[in-house]
């Protein structure tokens, strides 16, 4: 199984990043693709500690119930994502993506020394295993939508 955790899938994860180019088109949704490494970097900082999510009550309630479900089964193309990891600017593609790349990396680099919160403010409580599946699935999800 892929875990972020491990080298090998570690660096599987970063030769696809690799493989995206300024000119990559997402197959789905609205994002080009520096944007989309900017929010797969956002959703990253998450897990480090280094970025806050301000999600209401409603939602909280919403990612608890769905956590299971989600986790168990592949990413729904144009899901709605929180306003913190929406970009809508032009960003340096060669920027973004080695931002990414450095940060994925830090997972396999620390282990889940890495992960530096346990409760996700969107799915609850998290184990590392949970960060592992929810960190693989998100990143995968979009290199799959810009085909690589």
Same mark, same amino acid.
């Given at each position: 199984?892929? !875990?972020?955790?491990?080298?090998?899938?570690?660096?599987?994860?970063?030769?696809?990043?690799?493989?995206?180019?300024?000119? !990559? /088109?997402? =197959?789905? +949704? %609205?994002?080009?693709?520096?944007?989309?490494?900017?929010?797969?970097?956002?959703?990253?900082? *998450?897990?480090? &500690?280094?970025?806050?999510?301000?999600? !209401?009550? %409603?939602?909280? *309630?919403? +990612?608890?119930?769905?956590?299971?479900?989600?986790?168990?089964? #592949?990413?729904?193309?144009?899901?709605?994502?929180?306003?913190?990891? *929406?970009?809508? #600017?032009?960003?340096?593609?060669? %920027?973004?993506? /080695? #931002? =990414?790349?450095?940060?994925? !990396?830090?997972?396999? /680099?620390?282990?889940?020394?890495?992960?530096?919160?346990?409760?996700?403010?969107?799915? &609850?409580?998290?184990?590392?295993?949970?960060?592992?599946? =929810?960190?693989?699935?998100?990143?995968?999800?979009? %290199?799959? /939508?810009? &085909?690589?």
């Amino acid at each position: 199984m892929n !875990s972020i955790y491990d080298k090998a899938s570690n660096e599987a994860i970063i030769a696809r990043i690799h493989q995206l180019t300024p000119e !990559s /088109q997402g =197959l789905w +949704g %609205l994002m080009n693709v520096d944007q989309m490494l900017k929010h797969c970097s956002a959703a990253v900082d *998450v897990a480090f &500690g280094q970025k806050e999510v301000n999600v !209401s009550f %409603l939602m909280k *309630v919403l +990612g608890r119930v769905a956590k299971k479900k989600v986790f168990t089964n #592949e990413f729904l193309h144009n899901s709605p994502t929180a306003k913190e990891f *929406v970009f809508m #600017e032009t960003y340096d593609f060669e %920027l973004a993506k /080695q #931002e =990414l790349i450095e940060k994925f !990396s830090r997972f396999a /680099q620390e282990g889940t020394a890495a992960i530096k919160i346990k409760k996700h403010p969107f799915w &609850g409580n998290m184990t590392f295993e949970d960060w592992d599946t =929810l960190m693989w699935k998100h990143v995968d999800h979009h %290199l799959r /939508q810009f &085909g690589v």
